[in-house]
């Protein structure tokens, strides 16, 4: 069984940064992606970006791209999204999950492809 644990949400003002962590814990943990998404009130949930685990490549929405970047820590088996330059379309809950099975080939960006999800940090970015 994995358990994810989201962290590192807050209040900022537009202009700031935040990094979020997912800290991964399960005998089982070996993902083939982890993701970020993120959800607006009203809205549905939306993806934020994706790396595969191994190779660490990324992949982030066009919304974010330049502001945001994703890593990992494979021996700490923790995920992170670093945000910087957030404005308040970026408010909302943030949430990790994690995709035991993938394709090279193919982004996860459905929130189907992921087989377990963090509790979600809440991001609020000041006007």
């Known amino acids: 069984q994995v358990q994810l644990v989201d962290s590192g949400g807050g209040l900022v003002q537009a202009g700031g940064s935040l990094r979020l962590s997912c800290a991964a814990s399960g005998r089982t943990f070996s993902p083939y992606s982890m993701g970020w998404f993120r959800q607006a009130p009203g809205k549905e949930r939306e993806f934020v970006g994706t790396?595969?685990?191994?190779?660490?490549?990324?992949y982030l929405t066009n919304s974010v791209r330049g502001r945001f970047t994703i890593s990992r820590d494979n021996a700490k088996n923790t995920l992170y999204l670093q945000m910087n330059s957030l404005t308040p379309e970026d408010t909302g809950v943030y949430y990790c999950a994690g995709a035991r099975n993938g394709s090279r080939f193919v982004w996860a960006v459905d929130p189907n492809a992921y087989d377990y999800w963090g509790q979600g940090t809440q991001v609020t970015v000041s006007s």
């Open positions: 790396i595969k685990w191994s190779a660490g490549r990324t």
